[in-house]
């Protein structure tokens, strides 16, 4: 079985969400997605594809338990393609991302992209959503989740992270220069347990990928999630990966809800 090595990923105790981008062996694009949750209302989630609008999204499982969480925060569109780009995040500000794409379709430098996603210049009127500012870090004191996003064409990629230092608002674009068999990962956590959790530190981790195959590539995503300290822990809710080969996009999902662990 090819290798993908998803160790760092692995070796996180909580990693929240996560975002990898990077091209397999025979250059084919992708972004691989994993959802991790502590609380009931982050678990009962799932994540679903809608073919028609080319979106990844996540969806209920519990409403009872979704609702004693802040819905805001948790449906969302998580991965999404427009033309030759795909793109992710951990929240709502998947649709700027979306909306800056339409908006000005002269330029896909995925690095300008994200930067004019959350310009206020361009997008004033999308960025307060549900009464959320989507260009800031999520208002859920006391861990104040950072905003990770990620865009890439065939040749490039750009992560974005949004976080709170020292009470005041950060936010961070990091360029990627795509290379066949390796991705770029970034997570919303450092990987600890803390309380609160501490946000995601440095450049996007380095991370092998040995397939070409997404079914391949989602099971050693699947595999990474699991984390918790005990051995009865068991923080997955779902992974996804959604890939462009032959200017057509495959998808594949896992979900805890339906895998019966």
Request: charged share 25%; aromatic share 8%; with cysteine.
């Amino acid at each position: 079985m090819p290798s993908n090595d998803f160790s760092a990923l692995e070796k996180m105790i909580y990693s929240g969400r996560g975002i990898t981008a990077g091209l397999t062996p025979s250059s084919h694009p992708f972004i691989g997605y994993s959802l991790t949750g502590r609380s009931q209302s982050s678990q009962a989630r799932k994540l679903i594809y809608d073919e028609k609008s080319g979106v990844i999204r996540t969806s209920v499982t519990d409403l009872a338990q979704l609702e004693k969480g802040n819905p805001a925060l948790l449906l969302y569109p998580a991965v999404a393609r427009f033309e030759d780009n795909l793109i992710a995040s951990n929240g709502t500000q998947t649709e700027l991302i979306l909306s800056e794409l339409r908006r000005d379709t002269s330029h896909r430098f995925p690095e300008k992209i994200l930067r004019d996603a959350f310009s206020e210049k361009y997008h004033k009127d999308e960025i307060i959503k549900d009464g959320i500012d989507l260009i800031s870090y999520e208002p859920d004191a006391p861990n104040f989740t950072p905003r990770i996003s990620a865009c890439l064409t065939s040749k490039m990629a750009a992560m974005y992270i949004v976080k709170r230092i020292d009470d005041k608002k950060m936010g961070y674009v990091d360029p990627i220069v795509l290379t066949p068999g390796m991705g770029r990962l970034m997570t919303t956590y450092k990987g600890g347990n803390e309380n609160p959790l501490l946000s995601f530190e440095g450049n996007p981790i380095y991370i092998k990928i040995g397939s070409d195959n997404p079914e391949e590539i989602i099971d050693s995503i699947y595999a990474a999630i699991k984390g918790g300290q005990n051995p009865g822990d068991n923080y997955r809710v779902a992974a996804a990966v959604m890939m462009i080969k032959n200017r057509k996009a495959e998808v594949a999902i896992r979900n805890r809800s339906e895998i019966g662990e």
